[in-house]
C-alpha cells in the first residue's frame, strides 16, 4: 500500500486562457495515473494546492505531521519543484522508519512537452525499490535530500557535489 500527498506545483497547474496565466483548479495526478496504467494500491490525499514558492513554515510542518501519522511506511509526496528540497531536508531530519520520494514537474501535466508523467512513473518505481529514507526523484533520477540542489537555470536536479 502506498499513499500520495498532493501538495500543488507545476504538477498540478492548468492554464487559465481567460487570465493568461497558470492556476490550480484540480489535482492532475489520478488522471495522470490512469493514463499510465499503473495500478498499484494507492491511497491519494490533497493537503494543499500551492505554489512551492508560496508555502510558509506551516505548510511544512502539515506536509511532516502527515507523514508521520499515516500508517502508509512508503509515500510519494507530488511537490513545487522550486522548494521541494527545503521540504524535503525537513522530512529528512524528523522521519526516519518510512521511504518518502518528492516529486513535481517543470512544465504542468496539462501542457503539451510536460515531464509530469515521466516524473511521476520513476517517483512511483523508485519509491518501491529505495531503502528507507528521504529522496527526491526528477529527471529519471533519484538524489538523496541531503545531496541535491536545483539548478534554476536549467530546470534540473544534481547532487550536490556534481557541477550544477
Known sequence: MFRILITGGTIDKDYDPIQGTLTFTSSNIRSLLHQSRISLDINFETLMLKDSLFMREADRQAILDKCLHVPEDKILITHG???????????????RDKTIVLTGAMVPASIAGSDAL???GC???ALQHLPKGIFIVMNGKAFAWDNVAKNKQTGEFAELNQPL
Open 81 to 95: 519543484t522550486d522548494t521541494m528540497v527545503e521540504t524535503a531536508k525537513i522530512l529528512g531530519e524528523k522521519v
Open 123 to 125: 517517483a512511483l518505481a
Open 118 to 120: 515521466f516524473n511521476l
